[in-house]
């Protein structure tokens, strides 16, 4: 029966390189780029693609690191299922690595050089974190690194705007990695994760000001509201859903990035909810965890 039927090949490699966060990556990047100063839109499709790379890559070597523990704790993901084997999940994780690293080398010494410590703290992360209980301190810095690196190309170069939005989304990220960890325990969660989710709104009330404010708000508004329906699903439940929660707040990694550069021009600034939606929609086709 169909029910019973392996999953596909394809499949397999989307469930491993988690592509449904794939959209965060690219508004990190229009982000961090936008606060960088701008510039060649060319140089920030390419910056798109190199950290996609390194994302995928990160994904597929954690779950190389993780076979141990999955085989054990969670026997249906895809080196422990049979789906595929670990030596071809070490060679594509290797090798992705490396294209996305060489595909920042030619924008630069700067770029090249940031792209090899955001490619540092992946292996890092992937190698550590089951060993390290801060290490989803490991995991905000690289989602700030994207940012920098994404500045890095831009006409302005890394701004202090540019750091400090990547800081605010690296203390979203802690907060939501902290949650994350009781993904695969049914008993009460801690409340303490969430307040680090409120960073980027407190960096937009203090950075944001005259014809930014309004808008800001707006958006801080939006945001409040998707972290408050995500976060109901787990904090205060006796049988907190984790899962779900996380997922929509990975998705929601989107909005902290808009709400960090809300003067992105037109059409371009349309970017950010299409990638919003697209990353809820690939949540059904490839688990954001």
């Known amino acids: 029966m169909f029910v019973n039927a392996p999953p596909s090949k394809l499949r397999t490699l ?20 936008w606060l960088g100063g701008g510039g060649k839109w060319s140089l920030l ?18 779950d ?24 071809d999940v070490w060679f594509w994780g290797a090798s992705f690595l490396v294209i996305g690293i060489g595909s920042l080398a030619w924008m630069g010494k700067t770029t090249f050089v940031l792209g090899l410590v955001l490619a540092g703290a ?6 550590f974190h089951k060993l390290l209980g801060l290490a989803p301190i490991v995991m905000g810095l690289c989602r700030c690194l994207v940012y920098v690196v994404a500045a890095s190309v831009a006409a302005d170069g890394v701004t202090g705007l540019a750091v400090w939005s990547g800081c605010a989304l690296a203390l979203y990220i802690i907060g939501l990695s902290f ?10 969660v801690a409340a303490w994760p969430a307040v680090l989710l409120a960073a980027p709104v407190v960096l937009a009330l203090l950075a944001d000001d005259n014809e930014l404010r309004s808008r800001a708000i707006l958006l801080i508004v939006v945001m409040l509201i998707w972290v408050g329906s995500s976060l109901r699903f787990t904090i205060g439940r006796a049988q907190p859903q984790v899962g779900k929660t996380v997922a929509r707040l990975l998705a929601g990694i989107v ?9 992105v021009p037109q059409p371009w600034i349309i970017l950010f909810p299409i990638w919003f939606a697209l990353a809820l929609v690939l949540q059904k086709i490839a688990p954001a965890t």
């Open 122 to 127: 992946i292996l890092a992360y992937d190698a």
């Open 14 to 33: 989307l469930v491993l390189g988690r592509v449904s966060n794939l959209p965060t990556v690219w508004s990190n990047c229009l982000a961090g780029w």
């Open 255 to 263: 909005l902290v990035d808009l709400l960090a550069a809300p003067n």
């Open 45 to 62: 499709a390419w910056t798109c693609v190199a950290t996609s790379f390194l994302y995928v890559a990160g994904m597929f070597l954690n």
């Open 179 to 188: 949650l994350a960890r009781k993904e695969a325990l049914w008993a009460p």
């Open 64 to 87: 190389a690191f993780d076979v141990g523990f999955d085989r054990q704790h969670r026997p249906t993901r895809p080196i422990p299922s049979g789906a595929i084997a670990l030596k």
